[in-house]
């Protein structure tokens, strides 16, 4: 047993050989919040009193779901065998679309704990960010949270986790992060078995950035990893990509709240504030260097945030568009992955295509829009982008259906990942039925363990963000767990499939999908408006097309009736009210060519409700 | 019981009308309603404010025409007390509920008590609703000898299984009859059908039109069955006892119905209301017609002519004023509406108290005053003139004459008369128009 640090190591003049910095490796739920809270309790950067669930995460959203959408780091004193520490957790983000981010994180630390669920045992995600940690060196304490959980099987999972990472099964740590079980054993194993960090004094300042959040009262705070050399106070720093400058008008570490510093030393992790108001004046995986004496080679792995998939966002009260616009201003200071311009759409008016780095980015944004800033909103059909070459050779990069060209097409193209499916070897089969429905090639299989299965596949990313993982997990009652990422594009039969009503195309509707599933996609959609458009004075075509070739038709016939059959005395006040009433709802109504839609059957439509309603 | 009343102002306990309501009520004719609300069984789709003897809650049938009376001397003061200039009485109405229900001499003491109140106009039209099983020869010459004119049965339909479904007890072979009896006592006679009931064919209709045609009415209604909120029958939708009405299957059905009536000589002259062509005074009266001169109810005392139509109604729809006397009765007057409390023993107490039975009231503004002209006329044929219409109004008749709502001829000529298209379609032209 360690005893709480007596006193603590002071930033910027702490040997790098007393430094440890790790991050954990976690599934969403598998407790890896609640582990990061004990060791904060532990070692005594929070007080019993101040201890709140779940402490790092800041967002609602992210204690709410038990998900930490961005990371922070915290440095933490421990001592063993009589010598202080200092402890650096780097909270990773747990999610597909935050990849990057996670390997930013990774490459900050030399060790990481891999932390698995005693019950549920290691997911696609999990196994993903593995990989990743494996391949910048890191060294793995393999760990088995929950082992108070009366369905936890630590001897089946620790099989399985030295079967992964070579060892001992008997080695795997097991630990509770709820009752604090074997924690303090770990930071012990954190500080014996993760290599120190390494680094030159002497070499002009190096430190990379694996985090940068934007705080409503300071501004950007840029999280750091200090490779070489020194930052101090009120110096003048330099952005390795944009050559921007910066004064650093505060310096320090979290423990957890931050404390200021004399600066920043080699192998040290903490934050800087500089008075920018922009993520992206502050980039993550950027090298940050001073003006004074730059360094001439930036560190590796920096790369552009880009967004993977597109979707309109549009207010449902059409008046909430400059809220709209607001709130995505506001997001975008917090968020450099966050793209958006403005869109008209005919069915839904004012509105603005957003790009994202997958789908759970996607559906976070929109929950933060509707919850932070109060929008209520409707989301387009997610699409992905397509590089369209026409017959005179003309190239379209095309990431909304709309822009899509008409005329002739010589080829599309369209992103493909690598997709890691990970579930109990029951399901392998609806499994594979499932990926082969979606255009998939499988890549290969291995068991993980004895009865669980990772299938690979090779998939256009278009099926994936088309609800393959709500698919994925109704066939599996939950059980599987999906990674994927880019490996390039193909060229696919790929056509756009217009849906028309009276002849007009409806945009929200548009979808470019593969030319054998263009017919099964106009039923669907044309079936879906059949049943929400109301009858009109005249019969309306639904249509499903490929340019002008109708591929699927329904029609709502013609209202023939609309009166009330009574209207004496004591009637009239009531019919009065209805009309008025009536002619309300028709101001909200939408307008495709002549035919009134109301906005609730766009909505509806988008969100696939008439399915849901008819399997109740 | 019933549907609920509308949501308005409090209405004062004398009754008096609001400033300027003698103004909006210059020139109008005046009429009176009188509600019965007493059944003897409620049907299972009527949500008219009406009582079985069980829901009575100790109002007494007996007592009833009694406190209508006292409800017409109240009505005399209060117009009188709002400067409103007095008018004789140019229709009267008895509905319900089953005015039928009442002995004879209750209907005819408050039809005297009207005529003490105001007087009657010259060809006063005084109509009563009844049911078929509720009259006899003897009833019907009574009527007519006190005054009555016209007498509207709810006939509803020939077939039985559909009389089963609105839970109407009447046979169906005694219509003929009682319409028999009517014609011989000298009353014009008005059938009122309904069309769309769960479970009727188009045939069934079609059987139910011809046998109203076979008794030659004066004037017929035709209503599509209205599933109001809170019936029985409502329920037994709900629960799936009845399928939902078909619109489509009702459009035919008043596709047929005024084809029929078209082919034999009736004219529409509202969306659900057909009657004989007026017949000019000296060219002799129609068979079974009390026939004498009566003014026009559209443009006021002109030609001397027999009226089929329903000038009760007309003027309804006209914009018109009248007084409804009984529990639940709506009423207007100079642009003011209001409405009675509903049950008849709360009815009682206020009326016995000399306090105004109105449960509340409203005075539309001009905005909405317009909505309901609208409203209201389109839906009588060439009621609504191009000329009264706002600007933007008018600028939809070319639309609406494209769509073939209304009629073009009528259109070039001054005037809005739907279609037949247009007529099952109002509700979207009103909407038009406002």
């Known amino acids: ?616 | 019981m019933g549907s609920a009343l509308p949501l308005g102002d409090p209405a004062p306990a004398d009754g008096r009308l609001p400033e300027g309501t003698s103004e909006l009520s210059h020139g109008h004719p005046f009429g009176v309603y009188v509600h019965v609300p007493f059944c003897r069984v409620r049907c299972g789709y009527c949500d008219f404010n009406t009582y079985t003897s069980s829901e009575l809650r100790g109002a007494k049938q007996v007592d009833y025409s009694g406190q209508a009376i006292l409800e017409v001397e109240f009505a005399a003061r209060v117009l009188a007390e709002s400067q409103i200039a007095p008018r004789p009485v140019s229709t009267v109405f008895f509905g319900g509920g089953t005015p039928t229900l009442l002995p004879t001499h209750q209907l005819i003491e408050m039809l005297r008590a009207v005529d003490d109140a105001w007087g009657l106009a010259t060809g006063v039209e005084v109509t009563t609703e009844a049911n078929p099983d509720s009259v006899d020869a003897r009833y019907l010459a009574d009527l007519a000898a006190a005054g009555f004119t016209r007498v509207s049965f709810g006939m509803q339909s020939a077939v039985p299984h559909v009389l089963q479904t609105l839970d109407r007890t009447h046979d169906p072979e005694r219509v003929p009859q009682v319409v028999g009896w009517a014609r011989d006592a000298g009353l014009q006679v008005s059938l009122d059908l309904i069309y769309g009931t769960p479970g009727e064919t188009l045939d069934d209709w079609s059987r139910s039109v011809d046998s109203a045609l076979a008794m030659a009415p004066d004037h017929l209604s035709a209503y599509a069955l209205i599933v109001e909120q809170g019936t029985k029958l409502a329920r037994q939708i709900r629960s799936g006892v009845y399928p939902e009405p078909d619109d489509d299957l009702e459009a035919d059905m008043y596709e047929l119905v005024d084809a029929r009536l078209d082919a034999a000589g009736y004219e529409w002259y509202e969306v659900s209301n057909w009657s004989r062509a007026s017949v000019a005074a000296d060219s002799g009266a129609a068979p079974g017609s009390s026939a004498g001169p009566r003014p026009d109810a559209l443009t006021g005392p002109a030609t001397p002519a027999t009226e089929f139509r329903s000038r009760h109604n007309l003027a309804y729809w006209q914009g018109h004023d009248w007084w409804g006397i009984g529990p639940g009765a709506h009423s207007h007057i100079g642009g003011t509406r209001w409405w009675n409390v509903k049950h008849p023993a709360a009815y009682a107490d206020r009326i016995l108290a000399g306090v105004s039975p109105a449960a509340g009231r409203e005075t539309p503004g001009a905005d909405s005053r317009e909505i309901e002209r609208v409203l209201l006329l389109a839906r009588i044929r060439s009621g609504l003139t191009i000329d009264s219409l706002a600007p933007e109004a008018r600028r939809e008749v070319a639309g609406l004459i494209a769509d073939e709502l209304i009629n073009a001829k009528a259109a070039f000529a001054g005037s809005i008369e739907l279609t037949l298209r247009g007529r099952l379609l109002a509700d979207a032209v009103v909407r038009r128009l406002t």
Not at chain 1, 7 to 32: E, M, V, Y
Not at chain 1, 289 to 310: H, R
Not at chain 1, 363 to 384: C, H, K, M, Q, Y
């Open chain 1, 1 to 616: 047993m360690s005893p709480r640090a007596v006193q603590q190591l002071q930033p910027a003049s702490t040997d790098p050989a007393l430094i440890r910095n790790f991050c954990i490796i976690a599934h969403i739920d598998h407790g890896k919040s609640t582990l990061a809270d004990r060791m904060l309790q532990i070692t005594g950067v929070v007080s019993d009193r101040d201890m709140r669930a779940q402490y790092l995460d800041r967002m609602d959203i992210e204690r709410e779901r038990g998900i930490t959408i961005k990371s922070q780091a915290v440095r933490m004193p421990w001592a063993l065998d009589g010598q202080t520490y200092a402890l650096n957790m780097i909270d990773t983000p747990g999610h597909v679309d935050f990849t990057y981010e996670v390997s930013r994180s990774l490459a900050a630390c030399e060790g990481a704990i891999l932390l698995v669920d005693a019950a549920q045992g290691i997911e696609a995600q999990t196994l993903a960010n593995l990989y990743l940690a494996l391949d910048n060196d890191l060294t793995i304490i393999p760990v088995l949270n929950k082992i108070d959980l009366p369905a936890a099987d630590p001897d089946k999972y620790a099989a399985e986790l030295a079967g992964l990472i070579g060892g001992k099964a008997e080695d795997v740590l097991r630990v509770s992060g709820k009752t604090g079980m074997g924690v303090e054993e770990l930071l012990d194993l954190v500080v014996a078995s993760i290599p120190a960090p390494k680094g030159d004094a002497d070499a002009p300042a190096r430190a990379m950035i694996f985090d940068s959040v934007y705080d409503a009262y300071r501004g950007v705070v840029t999280y750091v990893r200090m490779i070489d050399g020194k930052l101090t106070p009120r110096e003048k720093i330099m952005m390795m990509s944009t050559k921007s400058t910066h004064e650093v008008l505060e310096i320090g570490v979290s423990s957890p709240e931050p404390t200021p510093s004399k600066g920043l030393a080699v192998g040290e992790v903490g934050y800087l504030i500089t008075g920018v108001k922009d993520v992206r004046l502050s980039k993550v995986g950027d090298t940050v260097t001073t003006f004074a004496k730059p360094a001439t080679v930036a560190l590796k792995g920096y790369s552009e945030p880009k967004p993977m998939v597109f979707s309109g966002l549009y207010p449902i009260d059409g008046s909430d568009y400059p809220n709209l616009r607001e709130a995505l201003d506001k997001l975008k200071l917090s968020d450099a992955a966050l793209v958006y311009e403005p869109e008209t759409s005919v069915a839904l008016g004012f509105g603005f295509r957003c790009g994202f780095l997958g789908l759970l980015h996607l559906e976070i944004i929109t929950e933060r829009l509707e919850r932070e800033f109060g929008l209520d909103l409707i989301a387009t059909a997610p699409s992905v982008i397509y590089e369209v070459t026409t017959d005179d050779k003309k190239s379209v990069t095309v990431t909304n259906p709309s822009e899509f060209p008409g005329g002739k097409i010589a080829s599309v193209s369209e992103p493909m990942v690598k997709a890691s499916i990970l579930a109990p070897k029951d399901y392998v089969g609806t499994i594979m039925e499932l990926c082969q429905g979606r255009r998939g090639t499988l890549d290969g299989m291995e068991y993980v363990g004895t009865d669980r299965v990772e299938l690979h596949y090779k998939m256009p990313l278009g099926e994936i963000v088309f609800d393959f993982f709500d698919h994925l997990k109704s066939r599996t009652q939950g059980y599987a767990s999906l990674d994927y990422e880019p490996i390039g594009e193909q060229v696919a039969d790929l056509v756009k499939v217009d849906i028309l009503l009276q002849g007009e195309a409806v945009d929200a509707f548009s979808a470019i999908v593969h030319r054998e599933k263009a017919y099964a996609y106009g039923v669907l959609m044309t079936e879906r408006l059949k049943k929400l458009i109301p009858r009109q004075q005249f019969e309306v075509p639904i249509q499903a097309a490929i340019g002008a070739r109708i591929i699927a038709r329904e029609s709502i016939s013609a209202m023939r009736k609309d009166v009330l059959a009574k209207c004496y005395g004591g009637d009239i006040t009531r019919k009065r009210k209805l009309l008025e009433k009536q002619k309300e709802g028709k101001k909200r109504m939408k307008m495709v060519g002549r035919v009134e839609v109301p906005q609730e059957a766009f909505i509806a439509a988008l969100s696939g409700d008439t399915e849901t309603k008819d399997k109740k």
